[in-house]
Each structure stands twice: as C-alpha cells, then as structure tokens.
C-alpha cells in the first residue's frame, strides 16, 4: 500500500514540474505566427478604440495576451516597413528606404536566422519586395500588391492561380502550411494579409453589412493646414485624390461619371471577378450609383458622402480579416498548439481614417507613425497586458530571435521586447523613436522627413524640395494641428530635441546625403 502512496506522490509532483515547465519554462522554443495587414489602423481595431467596428477575434489576441499602447514604425510605408521588420534595421541600414526599389534577399534576415536555429519557416500573402523571398522553406506570395479576388500566387517553381476572396485564400493555404508541416520542428509561419489596402473591395458575404450606418466623422476631417506646408502640399485627400469610381466604384454603365481611374478601376481592379462573383458586386453598387448621380452632393457634403463609402468597404474588408484571425486561433486551441505559440498581430503602419481629411499614410504624425501590436504567447505574456513603452518594427526581429533562444546579432538596431512581454516596465536603451521617410517625389506626394518622437513630443523635418520644421506638444495637441516651432515657451524643449534627435541619427547610423544637403 506504502509503495503505491509513494508512487501516487511522485506521479503528482512529476505532472506539477511537467505543467510548471510547459508553462513558465518551456524547454522547447516557442512557433512563431507573425500575422500583418496592410494598412490596418489602430483606429479600427476595438482593443484600441472601439468606434467603428467590433473585432473580437483580435481583442482575444489582446485580452489574452499583450496591447501594446505605444507601437510605431520607423517608415510609413509597405515594402521598407516589410524590410525593417525582416532585418530589424531602419530602412537606410537594410537600404529598402521606398516602394520602388527591390529588396536585396542575400542579407541576413530574422526567417533566416530562425531557420538556421532549426525552425521551418513560411510565408504566405503579401510580400511586395519585388526579388524572390529568401529565408523560408516555403513561400506562397502575391504579385505586388495583389488583387482582392481570385489572385495569383508566386512559389519557388511557379505562378499558380487561386479561386475566391485574398483574405480566405490566405488563411486558407496558412492552415493547410499547419497541418502538413514536420511536427518534429517549431516552426515560423507570417501570414501577410493583403486586406485592407486600397482599393479596399470587400468579400461578397460582407457587401451589404453596414449599408444604412453613418460613422462618425473625425473632428479633422476639414483640416485647412496652417502652418503646416507639407500636410498641405499632399494628395491623399478624400475631397480632391479619393477617386468616385477607382476609389469608391461609382462604375456607371452609362459612362456618365468620368473621373482619372475609371479605366483603372474597370479593367484593373475588378477584371478578376468572375461572372457570378460581377453579378452580385454589380447588384450591389448599381442602386447607389443611381441615388449618387440623382443627389448631386458637392463640397462638404460630398466629402462627407465619400468618406462614408470609404469607411463601409474598409470596415467591410477587415470584418473579413477579424474572423480568419478567428480560424487561425481556433485551429491553434484545436491542435493543441496555444501554448507554445507566440502570435504576433500588426499592420505594415496606420493609415487615415479622414483625420485631417485623409486616406494613406506615410506621414510622420500618429495614426500613420502608429501600427496596432498585439501579442499572445501564454508561457510568458501574463493575459491583459498592458505596455505602454515606446516600441517600433525594428524590434520584431530581435523579439522573435530572443525568444527563439537565438543570440541577437550586434548590427540588429532594434530591442528585443521579452522584459517587456515578461512585465517590465522599462526597455533600457530606448527613451525616443527615430522615423526616416523618402518615397518623394511620388504618389500622394508626402515630402521627405525625418524626425524624433518621444512620449510627449514630436520634432519632424520635412526636407528636400522644402526645409520646414513642425513641432507638436501631443499632450496639449494630440491632434497634431498645432506646429509650435516657433513658439517661445518651447524653445529650450525645441533645442533639446533637435540635440537628441541629431543623438539618434548618430546612433543609428543614418548620415543620408539629401539631409546633410539641407543643413548646409
Ligand atoms: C499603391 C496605392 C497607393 C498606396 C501605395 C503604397 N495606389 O500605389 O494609394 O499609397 O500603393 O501602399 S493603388 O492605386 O495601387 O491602390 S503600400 O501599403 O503598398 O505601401
Ligand atoms: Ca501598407
């Protein structure tokens, strides 16, 4: 009876140290899922700010996980945001400073280092880097930037073609990478959604959701940019750049309603639907062209008509988003593989949802410097964390490959987040964010700046074809309408920035040349 006793206790300690292990000290190191968007903003995520739609799927990431409160870029823009989170370095470190250039795949990479360290590595859905992805074992990409509907997709041997809507299909190949991959091996998996990027066309299912809602406008939406020469010098403004047809499928078949895009939109945008697919997509719009062109809105009303299709078809296309995050979190609980996966969800950065009356991004003030950062890794991240330090995409490389157990390599310029995930409170080496943007000359004509961010203030320098500094106090100001450059009362806070942000640019080693120019 003893020995039985005895082995009843050992067995109960065995189980303890066994549930200890596999939950405060996992011996073996965590999957990665690296879940992004493209051009998701925070504004449209209810963990941050529940206005304009409910997305449970991603408030469970959150609420069982970590928000973090302070998450920003280092580049508002796609492909040099993709190449700062590969590399972990700012864009003229890892040399992709704009969208037009093409990624140079032979330098190290988080995916490789991973894949070095034993993990399998896949990517799935928008790269947008133009070379061949390097760093995984698989790879599934969209051509650029994809369409919305029956998209092609590039592999290591071929162009293969896909039936359906991007955002399932993505989801979709992401399950079956899951469920055939060696189980012997942890794995890193990016699933880089195409949604919810211009020209923003929702899934069928989805079309007639939200058609009688009026959201809310944002209290910028006439912004007149005073004092601000660059923000008024841009061309992504509902009012002027939003295009009727491209933008909002205003495709009448009379061809009365010409805009720039009419063609783009017709032959581009929705060539790929097939017939039945065009049907109900045309049903849809075809009562609310003909209100459109009865109504003939102008001025402030138009504005604010434009902005509530916008604000529909995007909503539209993220509520498809939300509930494929749901599919992957339940095939996760299913697989028995919550426990030791750490899910990362972002966007590449913020975009406008009408503040200061605007689509895009790229600027350096916040709801496009912001993107949403959410994480779920049960073995350290404590459920509803909280982290409100200053973060940026250069620590996602660094994260992942410290979590991996990999050692960071010394020319990775971002930190690693851990102490953070663990429920520290401060992240040594990091009192101010460092941003650098240069796809100027180009579309939506955003100036070239830099500038430093730090938790209250904002010092940006628009340089190039203009030499104009903007200064915003985001406590007074969050709302960044206020350039108080030249005010009195902040020129010592002005001084000192510009102090710690020369401090930064030599930190991080950026000497670009166009800027050096300027400050002759
Ligand atoms: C496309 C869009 C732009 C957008 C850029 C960059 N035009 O060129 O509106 O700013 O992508 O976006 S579109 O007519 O092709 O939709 S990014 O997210 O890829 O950087
Ligand atoms: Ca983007």
Redesign the pocket.
């Known amino acids: 009876m003893k020995i039985y006793l005895l082995l009843f206790v050992f067995a109960i300690i065995f189980i303890h140290c066994q549930s200890e292990r596999s939950i405060k000290h996992p011996n073996s190191p965590p999957n990665i899922i690296f879940i992004m968007t493209?051009?998701h903003s925070y504004q449209t995520l209810s963990a941050y700010d529940d206005r304009f739609i409910q997305t449970p799927n991603l408030d469970r990431i959150a609420h069982e996980g970590a928000i973090f409160r302070n998450s920003f870029v280092s580049n508002s823009?796609?492909?040099p945001s993709r190449a700062v989170m590969l590399t972990g370095k700012h864009s003229h470190m890892n040399g992709h400073i704009n969208?037009t250039l093409t990624f140079d795949g032979s330098q190290p990479t988080f995916p490789k280092y991973l894949q070095k360290a034993g993990y399998q590595t896949a990517l799935i859905g928008k790269w947008?880097l133009k070379s061949l992805p390097t760093g995984f074992d698989h790879f599934e990409v969209l051509r650029g930037?994809g369409d919305y509907y029956n998209t092609p997709f590039i592999t290591k041997d071929d162009t293969i073609p896909s039936e359906g809507y991007v955002t399932d299909v993505i989801t979709n190949k992401s399950l079956d990478w899951l469920t055939d991959r060696d189980t012997s091996r942890p794995f890193c998996l990016l699933v880089h959604h195409k949604a919810t990027?211009?020209?923003w066309m929702p899934p069928l299912k989805y079309l007639d959701s939200l058609e009688n809602h009026e959201f809310d406008y944002p209290e910028t939406l006439f912004d007149n940019y005073v004092g601000r020469e660059a923000a008024a010098a841009q061309k992504m403004s509902i009012d002027k750049d939003m295009d009727l047809v491209?933008d909002l499928k205003m495709l009448d078949e009379e061809g009365e309603i010409k805009t720039k895009y009419r063609e783009?939109y017709e032959r581009g945008r929705i060539k790929n639907l097939n017939e039945e697919e065009r049907k109900i997509w045309d049903d849809h719009f075809k009562p609310i062209i003909e209100e459109f062109k009865q109504a003939k809105r102008a001025g402030a009303d138009l504005v604010k008509w434009k902005y509530q299709r916008y604000m529909r078809d995007y909503i539209r296309c993220l509520m498809s988003v939300d509930d494929n995050i749901g599919r992957l979190l339940d095939y996760l609980d299913q697989n028995n593989l919550s426990e030791n996966t750490l899910v990362v969800y972002t966007s590449?950065q913020g975009f406008y949802m009408g503040e200061h009356g605007w689509f895009?991004?790229r600027f350096m003030y916040e709801e496009s410097m912001r993107t949403p950062l959410l994480m779920r890794y049960p073995a350290i991240i404590k459920p509803k964390s909280e982290i409100t330090e200053l973060v940026q995409n250069i620590d996602y490389a660094p994260t992942f490959l410290d979590l991996a157990g990999v050692p960071i390599p010394n020319d990775m310029q971002g930190l690693s987040l851990v102490p953070l995930l663990k429920g520290e409170n401060s992240l040594p080496g990091r009192d101010a964010l460092y941003y650098h943007y240069y796809e100027f000359p180009n579309?939506?004509m955003v100036k070239r700046h830099y500038g430093i961010r730090t938790d209250r203030y904002k010092l940006i320098h628009f340089y190039n074809d203009i030499d104009d500094w903007e200064f915003y106090d985001l406590k007074e100001d969050p709302q960044e309408m206020h350039n108080l450059i030249d005010d009195s009362n902040y020129e010592n806070t002005i001084d000192s920035l510009k102090s710690e942000l020369e401090k930064l640019r030599i930190h991080y080693k950026d000497d670009s040349d166009d800027i050096a120019e300027i400050k002759k």
């Open positions: 493209d051009d823009i796609c492909a969208n947008h930037q990027h211009r020209v491209y783009m590449d895009d991004k579309e939506h």
